[in-house]
């Protein structure tokens, strides 16, 4: 056992038994570098990585290659989602060095942390151009010997490089109507419109984007952007990306067409994209949106709920096949053969409904399921016996693994997720889940000043802080769940957190946004980004909800702060729409109000205002704000002086605290907040 036994980390965990003499991310790793004279080879990965196992098993499980590391190397592994700040700093001079990026990341370092040389994955064999890992490892340790100087000025002008890089220079104020119909245009011209989605091979699910592109189409009507939501939806959900027994989705296609996914299924996507299902059903009332709305959500209540309430960070994309062999996705995929054993006469139809042929669609001979048939007629309830025949065979395979980590991001956007998807769907239980989710990010994460954690595991507290986007998501779902619930005291607990975005996180010059803490740990560079990538930028998700918790609150401090945050979109979405849809959709709340509803009842039991206050959460006004309860509740700042109206539940739709008439009607409060 190494170092790493010692972590909380499953990835780190992973690796604890390799021979490899590996230290942790600390300033004890680096003094040991100093002190030995020696280069740091820093190799970042995450538990359910594909590559990342490939490369462990290749080189770090193999004795010779330790032996090589051990004598001339000081080791450090990283979870990239236990520490996205040193993914990121390195990740930032791997690109800028190679041209590509992607894990594993494998960097070379000084004793000073300065990278000097970079790469990915490395074969235990020269292969497709690429060096071997021990080829790499030997040129590294000559340049070190022999050159230590040039290979030290080297790395110097790399982190100076690194460190007074800026990124584009935001603008003064957030977007308007122009700049969200450029970024529309932009997206339309990168529009698939054969298969849906934007770009080519690999293609990932545009989750940012699409809740963009639903707002937008809230806001102003414009048929095109709903037309592209929905359609992608429906060909995502269609595609063998999507789990078509288990629910859920994959982490991307590496096909236009979302046959074949990379099977790993992580909880930021699923989160995602169980919102934005919820949220086209919202718009549209499509029977597919509902469905897979409720079926991811299911899955990630099923699967990846922990004993302590909160959500693990992923399953893996290997499994064992039967023969002992870790093989990608082997739990997901079927033959023919397979079916008829399963199935018996019912094979045939089924083959043909969820696309499984003698040829594969996979590898050697196995398909992923999927839904190709867009014509025919299919017996509903033979399918759903299919379903679940097939399902009970597959839960006796070997299961994928599963990364047991806590992410307090995470968490939060499936706290927003469930918690929605709860209240729109009359499923108390996954608004229950929320709660739970919710709970264990205050009791364990969240500090008596309330500063975050990243990650918890076992209902045991991580060693590192929560970055920007810890703060954001989790505020973004502790409002949901205010909304939802009529508890304000989730809404207390959002504002908590965003105090420290505005006096930890903010630059108060230019009033962007560092996705580390003025306190945290320094590095050879605070990484700030605020494009998307597989989950919102902190940056645009802290605007979002800086924004959504002024609207609660009137606070001046909390819609400057968002407003000067959202100066970045004005710069870049018109742009770069594919790269920034968070911001695109935190941008639609803006310019809509974000409007304001309090619904007040003589009791939240009561069927009236229950009414209301289910026609207020399912208004599709872009980043709507909802507040429930009696006349006298100090609950919600939206409540105060809202009296009943003749004795009766009512509701009030303000914009910036001016109020339309109140309502008592559900169908007039359902027009104000569905415009189009």
Known sequence: MNRLAHETSPYLLQHADNPVDWWPWSAEAFDEARRTGRPVLLSVGYSSCHWCHVMAHESFEDRATADYLNEHFVSVKVDREERPDVDAVYMEAVQAATGQGGWPMTVFLTPDAEPFYFGTYFPPAPRHGMPSFRQVLEGVQQAWATRRDEVGEVAGKIARDLAQREIVRQAAEAPGDQELAQALLGLTREYDPQRGGFGGAPKFPPSMVLEFLLRHHARTGAEGALQMARDTCERMARGGIYDQLGGGFARYSVDRDWVVPHFEKMLYDNALLCRVYAHLWRATGSDLARRVALETADFMVRELRT????????????????????????????????????????????????????????????????????????????????????????????????????????????????????????????????????????????????????TSKDGRVGANAGVLEDYADVAEGFLALASVTGEGVWLDFAGLLLDHVLTRFTDPETGGLYDTASDAEQLIRRPQDPTDNAAPSGWTAAAAALLGYAAHTGSEAHRTAAERALGIVKTLGPRVPRFIGWGLAAAEALLDGPKEVAVVGPSLADEGTAALHRTALLGTAPGAVVAVGTPDSDEFPLLADRPLLAGEPVAYVCRNFTCDAPTADPERLRTALNPR
Request: hydrophobic share 40%; aromatic share 8%; no cysteine.
């Open 307 to 454: 004993d302590e309430g909160g959500f693990a960070s992923a399953l893996d994309a290997d499994s064992d096949d039967g023969s002992g062999r870790h093989v990608e996705g082997a739990y997901y995929v079927w033959t023919p053969e397979q079916l008829r054993e399963v199935l018996g006469e019912d094979a045939e139809p089924a083959a043909q409904y969820f696309g499984v042929t003698e040829e594969g669609t996979f590898e050697h001979g196995r398909s992923v399921l999927q839904l190709p048939q867009t014509e025919g007629v299919f017996d509903a309830e033979k399918i759903a016996s299919v379903r679940s025949r097939l399902l009970r065979e597959r839960a006796g395979r070997p299961a994928p693994g599963r990364d047991d980590k806590v992410v307090a991001a995470w968490n939060g956007l499936a706290v927003a997720a469930l918690a929605e998807t709860g209240a729109y769907f009359d499923r108390p239980d996954l608004t229950e889940a929320a709660l739970g989710a919710a709970d264990l990010l205050v009791r364990v994460h969240l500090d008596e000043h309330g500063r975050l954690a990243r």
